[in-house]
């Protein structure tokens, strides 16, 4: 069984550009989650994925979008990249939705905006 | 607006012995999990230990135990015979039951070290 996966493992952008992080979700998972881990920080949810559509989203701004595909892999797009995005990127996936599934987290990609 | 809360940025413990990680959260609902995580330098967030607000009989994992007071809304963590392989950041996190919105609402974070 294969985990969750995430590319790249790092990242350098400048101010301004666009972003896209990929995650693969663990086998047989059709849920997936991203968090954003500031510098010395717990992750903050981002928004939920659930069979290609969004489900649920946090306090974060339109300028973070994601997409999920028909084999449940996943994407983070952030445009428009400011300094404080730079942060450790994680995703997570779950069998399905509902707090029962345990939600299972990628190794995550580190995005540094200079 | 569900919180949660370390207030422990750092702790040590000498190899072999005994440490308990605190957690305090706030919570109108009554239905819910609570989890403790542990981030490795790997960066890997792992799950240690999960309870259910329901259960009144704490969760145990082997070396891991926890104390949780639901009145209290206090949930901490005890790690038995630490090793070094315990040391890691550990995040107390929280996350609705039978919701659709199953977001998972982290602390900021306990650094454990392990000192031989």
């Known amino acids: 069984e294969t985990g969750v996966t995430q590319s790249p493992t790092h990242l350098i952008k400048t101010r301004g550009q666009q972003v896209t992080l990929r995650c693969s979700s663990q086998?047989?998972?059709?849920?997936v989650s991203w968090y954003q881990q500031a510098l010395g920080q717990g992750p903050q949810f981002i928004f939920q994925?659930?069979?290609?559509?969004?489900?649920g989203r946090g306090n974060f701004p339109p300028r973070f979008s994601g997409l999920q595909f028909p084999n449940y892999s996943s994407e983070l797009n952030v445009n428009a990249l400011e300094l404080d995005d730079s942060a450790l990127y994680l995703c997570?996936?779950?069998?399905?939705?509902?707090?029962?599934?345990?939600?299972?987290f990628g190794p995550g990609t580190r995005l540094t905006v200079t | 607006a569900q919180t949660v809360t370390q207030s422990q940025p750092e702790m040590s413990v000498q190899e072999a012995e005994t440490v308990t990680l605190s957690c305090t959260y706030d919570?109108?609902?009554?239905?819910?999990?609570l989890f403790w995580y542990k981030q490795p330098p790997s960066r890997q967030m792992i799950l240690v230990i999960r309870?259910?607000?329901?259960?009144?009989q704490n969760a145990t994992e082997n070396r891991f135990s926890v104390n949780f007071q639901k009145a209290a809304k206090s949930f901490s963590l005890k790690i038995s015979d630490s090793q070094l392989g315990d040391a890691a950041m550990y995040f107390c996190?929280?996350?609705?039951?039978?919701?659709?919105?199953?977001?998972?609402?982290f602390g900021k974070g306990t650094r454990l070290h392990i000192l031989p």
């Open positions: 997570a996936s779950s069998f399905s939705l509902g707090s029962s599934y345990e939600q299972y």
């Open positions: 086998s047989g998972h059709n849920t």
């Open positions: 994925y659930y069979r290609e559509e969004e489900n």
């Open positions: 919570t109108s609902e009554s239905d819910y999990y």
């Open positions: 309870q259910e607000a329901y259960k009144q």
């Open positions: 996190a929280y996350r609705r039951g039978l919701n659709r919105d199953d977001k998972i609402i």
